[in-house]
């Protein structure tokens, strides 16, 4: 049940880095 607590963890990290690096290409971009 841990384990799984820990991979939603990552997963989230995962999305929110995803969504800043995104973030800096469409600033850069611009």
């Known amino acids: 049940k841990q384990l ?3 991979q939603k ?3 989230e990290k ?3 880095l995803q969504y ?3 973030h800096k290409l469409t ?3 611009l």
Do not use: D, G, P, V
């Open 20 to 22: 800043a690096f995104q």
């Open 27 to 29: 600033s850069l971009n």
């Open 9 to 11: 963890e990552l997963e």
């Open 14 to 16: 995962l999305h929110s």
């Open 4 to 6: 799984i607590m820990k």
